[in-house]
């Protein structure tokens, strides 16, 4: 499966600061961008073969940013936006095994697209 969210995120920094600024300011953060995941997702498949690796192409506007601050809170509000509009069953390890990260540059057209891949084999006890 393969899903499309135009635009950038906000970044883990940006994240933080909202929750320092105001203790609801991460948590509104976070619920919007979730909920954009989900409405989105929502028209999409569920995935009915587990577990699976979700992989993630960022496209940014620039290289402002570091990549564990494009791909921490994203990755986050990306996942639990897939559980949340029915793509996903849910989260956990059993579940979600793998993830994967690519950054490029696109500055007309800043998204990050998201694939859902089978992953073989069965959790290490």
């Given at each position: ?8 995120f906000?970044?883990l ?7 320092r600024?105001?203790?609801y ?5 976070k ?6 995941v989900?409405?989105l997702a929502a028209?999409e498949q ?6 699976v ?7 940014v506007?620039?290289?402002?940013r ?5 791909t ?6 990306c ?6 509009g029915g793509v ?6 059993r579940?979600?095994?793998?993830l994967?990260?690519?950054?490029s ?5 800043p998204?990050?697209?998201?694939e859902?891949?089978?992953?073989q084999?069965?959790?290490d006890?």
């Amino acid at each position: 499966m393969k899903l499309t969210i135009p635009g950038e995120f906000p970044g883990l920094n940006e994240y933080i600061s909202a929750e320092r600024a105001n203790k609801y300011g991460g948590a509104e953060m976070k619920k919007g961008c979730t909920d954009t995941v989900a409405w989105l997702a929502a028209i999409e498949q569920p995935i009915e073969t587990y577990p699976v690796c979700v992989s993630f192409h960022w496209f940014v506007k620039n290289r402002r940013r570091d990549i564990d601050n494009i791909t921490g809170f994203g990755q986050k509000v990306c996942i639990d936006g897939l559980v949340k509009g029915g793509v996903l069953e849910n989260d956990s390890m059993r579940f979600v095994r793998e993830l994967r990260h690519m950054v490029s540059i696109d500055r007309d057209d800043p998204r990050v697209e998201i694939e859902i891949t089978e992953v073989q084999g069965e959790l290490d006890s």
